[in-house]
């Protein structure tokens, strides 16, 4: 009998709906849809076109010098036509090496400004949930299936808007 007041008294004393209050946040679609992500992402894109017709303009000239050469095959002795083959082989080997170090530049902005965002999204996620008492915040792709209401997403990027419009560069 003592076991069963004692079992009684446990259940009162700690309430059985003291559940964690959970909810999920798409941070992709916060990236690309908020104020500050369409800034960055069309800052960068406008670095990607920049980067894109300066390699194409070279890229063309290089085509153009190697029908050039192949033209004068039979015309230029063995030679020559090795020299320009080697020197043309170079033009291009420095084209590849400069084309792949500003892609990887474009990459190190883009992840530089991601982090730049995060550090600003940081505390007004952490506002939201402590306003809301939200005990786990979940990113959505780690989600299957979840209620539409436990998504956050749309009003971090709200408060994020609020906050924050563009970034330096």
Do not use: C, W
Not at 104 to 113: E, G, R, S
Not at 138 to 147: E, L, R, T
Request: glycine residues 2%; aromatic residues 10%; hydrophobic residues 40%.
């Amino acid at each position: 009998m003592k076991k069963f007041y004692f079992f009684l008294l446990i259940l009162f004393l700690f309430p059985l709906n003291t559940f964690a209050k959970i909810a999920y946040i798409d941070l992709n679609l916060i990236l690309n849809n908020s104020d500050v992500g369409k800034f960055v992402n069309e800052h960068i894109d406008k670095i990607k076109k920049e980067n894109y017709l300066k390699y194409k303009e070279q890229e063309d000239k290089l085509i153009k010098k190697e029908k050039l050469l192949i033209s004068q095959k039979n015309i230029l002795n063995e030679e020559e036509f090795n020299k320009k083959i080697f020197v043309l082989t170079e033009e291009v080997k420095k084209y590849r090496l400069e084309k792949e170090d500003s892609i990887n530049k474009i990459n190190k902005i883009k992840v530089d400004y991601t982090k730049e965002i995060f550090k600003s999204l940081n505390p007004i996620i952490t506002n939201f949930v402590d306003s809301n008492s939200i005990s786990i915040v979940i990113p959505k792709k780690n989600i299957i299936v979840g209620k539409k209401n436990l998504d956050i997403t749309d009003q971090i990027i709200k408060l994020l808007n609020d906050n924050i419009k563009k970034i330096n560069f």
